[in-house]
């Protein structure tokens, strides 16, 4: 299996991507096709797949802001089980992070995820792939030590009409396991920039910002 950067839409592996993308993922968490052009080409969103026999059976997106120690996985997509898909992306990308931490100017605080609550999101199917099941994914990632950021979440739509995605919670996974909570405007420095590319943002987003910069800390609960 090998591991291919993308970084221009032309890539015809970008559009295999896509396409698994559009058949995995609520049409709400998709950016439309055109729309990744900047992405990826921005030298610090970090988008790959997997590619086993000339297909795309997997692809992570991830970023790492060095100035607040913070990386942040977009997403994961497993394409066909019993493949190892989740273990060898898991891999590539850690190893490519400690790089680009090694280079900043701090070490690595953690990574972010948002990661579907399944008692929200029960009647999604996921493109029919039993990795990607919530239930499942959930699991997966509470065993990599990611724990869920004590507040109500949501997010901006990515088809960019201003709508509140409701089904995710934020989580986190500390460097240090002993971590028990994040600052709460750190967290708010985070989503802020994460989000400016999406210029309609619910209101219920905008009062979610405005929670966190008025208060200290955001415990970390298991998930």
């Not at 592996?13 to 049409?27: C, D, G, R, S, Y």
């Not at 931490?101 to 990661?115: F, N, Y």
Request: glycine share 6%.
């Amino acid at each position: 299996m090998e591991y291919r950067r993308i970084t221009h839409i032309q890539d015809p592996l970008f559009k295999k991507m896509h396409i698994l993308m559009q058949e995995v993922f609520p049409a709400e968490e998709v950016l439309d096709f055109d729309l990744w052009k900047e992405p990826l080409e921005d030298p610090d969103i970090r988008v790959f797949v997997a590619v086993h026999e000339g297909e795309v059976v997997g692809a992570t997106e991830y970023r790492y802001y060095t100035d607040l120690g913070i990386a942040m996985t977009d997403f994961t997509i497993i394409g066909r089980p019993g493949l190892g898909i989740g273990r060898f992306l898991s891999r590539q990308r850690q190893e490519d992070l400690g790089r680009l931490a090694l280079a900043g100017d701090k070490p690595m605080l953690g990574m972010i995820a948002e990661i579907y609550d399944p008692y929200r999101i029960q009647n999604h199917a996921f493109g029919g792939v039993k990795p990607m099941d919530p239930f499942v994914r959930r699991e997966v990632l509470s065993h990599l030590g990611y724990r869920r950021l004590d507040f109500e979440y949501v997010h901006p739509s990515w088809q960019n009409d201003g709508e509140a995605v409701n089904e995710l919670d934020l989580c986190f996974m500390p460097s240090d396991e002993d971590m028990s909570a994040l600052p709460s405007s750190l967290v708010a420095d985070f989503l802020t920039r994460y989000y400016t590319v999406l210029e309609n943002k619910p209101d219920t987003w905008q009062r979610m910002i405005e929670g966190l910069r008025t208060s200290e800390r955001i415990a970390l609960l298991p998930i």
